[in-house]
């Protein structure tokens, strides 16, 4: 089995500054695509930040210039740095990734539990 394990979240300001981290582990061959997406309450889950396993990023158009996705490939985890932070940026956090297992060499996506980002005053 896979878990993924975020962390990082909470209350932060407006012009505030979080990092976001997600974990992979358990029967791993390697991991592909990482990314977060995040759910505000009453709307549906959205794509924020996305990397591939050889380093290449893309981000929705609401958070370029802000965000910041990176990954360490030897610890199968994958980060999202977020720099001035708005109110609207407030939502669950989700951790995604496409695992290629050990046994059986099959991909599949999980999902980590979320984390909660608020950004008030």
């Known amino acids: 089995q896979v878990q993924l394990v975020e962390s990082g979240g909470g209350l932060v300001q407006p012009g505030g500054s979080l990092r976001l981290s997600c974990a992979a582990s358990?029967?791993?061959?390697?991991?592909?695509?990482m990314g977060w997406y995040r759910q505000a309450p009453g709307k549906e889950r959205e794509l924020a930040a996305v990397?591939?396993?050889?380093?290449?990023?893309d981000y929705a158009e609401s958070v370029k210039g802000r965000f910041t996705i990176s990954r360490d490939n030897a610890k199968n985890t994958v980060y999202l740095q977020m720099n001035s932070l708005k109110p609207e940026d407030t939502a669950v956090y989700y951790c995604?990734?496409?695992?290629?297992?050990?046994?059986?060499?099959?991909?599949?996506?999980?999902w980590g539990q979320g984390t909660q980002v608020t950004v008030s005053s």
């Open positions: 995604n990734a496409n695992i290629l297992h050990i046994v059986g060499l099959y991909e599949q996506a999980y």
């Open positions: 358990g029967s791993i061959f390697s991991v592909k695509a």
């Open positions: 990397i591939t396993s050889g380093g290449t990023t």
